[in-house]
């Protein structure tokens, strides 16, 4: 299985700053690559696919970029809705795998 | 827009089956990938498999002696069936959509599942 790990584990920042998380595959994976949010209690949301593609909806502060094994989720500039848990997944080969997340907490 | 809903027996007995049904709204299971996802208290996600609206299959190695998924195009229905459940296969279980990429652009809001006596 490919393995996926994050860093930070968890962040704390303020409304309005830059934030930006990393992800990183065992393997290659090329662009094979989706974050998701989750905010407690709700299903993940889809922000971004194929390493860099905004997925529709999801406001433009959000960019993703990478390819290979080294990867960034990057928001430009912090709202409180943003306020979430960030997971990153390979979808290069079966099983599909998940980073452990990222925590954002308001500091 | 479509939507997911999960369903199925929020408690099970220990070595029971674990039965889910994941249906469709709003759109077609045609022509799509279905996953199931689950997230153990306070862990990350889990990808279970998935199937085609064919009816091909890709089940996670480590629980594939005891998982079938199937789809209903007519009921736009997938269902997940988990055989000889423990307390480790208590779970958030989420239904997703996959339009054939490997990521869920739709999920349902998710069925807590616990394995218990």
């Known amino acids: 299985d490919i393995q996926m790990t994050q860093s930070p584990s968890s962040v704390s920042a303020s409304v309005g700053d830059r934030v930006t998380i990393t992800c990183r595959a065992s393997q290659g994976i090329g662009t094979w690559l989706a974050w998701y949010q989750q905010t407690p209690g709700k299903a993940p949301k889809l922000l971004i696919y194929?390493?860099?593609s905004l997925q529709s909806g999801v406001p433009s502060r959000f960019s993703g970029s990478g390819s290979g094994t080294d990867f960034t989720l990057t928001i430009s500039s912090l709202q409180p809705e943003d306020f979430a848990t960030y997971y990153c997944?390979?979808?290069?080969?079966?099983?599909?795998?998940f980073g452990p997340g990222t925590k954002l907490e308001i500091k | 827009h479509v939507q997911l809903q999960e369903s199925g027996v929020g408690l099970v007995n220990p070595s029971e089956t674990l039965s889910l049904t994941c249906t469709v709204s709003g759109g077609s299971t045609s022509s799509y990938y279905w996953s199931w996802i689950r997230q153990s208290p306070g862990k990350t996600l889990e990808w279970i498999g998935s199937i085609h609206s064919s009816g091909s299959t890709n089940y996670n190695p480590s629980l594939k002696s005891r998982v079938t998924i199937s789809v209903d195009t007519s009921k736009k229905e997938v269902s997940l069936r988990l055989t000889s459940v423990t307390a480790a296969d208590t779970a958030q279980y989420f239904c997703g959509r996959d339009a054939g990429q490997g990521w869920c652009d739709t999920w349902g809001q998710g069925t807590l599942v616990a394995v218990s006596s």
């Open positions: 997944q390979q979808a290069d080969s079966f099983p599909y795998t």
């Open positions: 194929a390493a860099s």
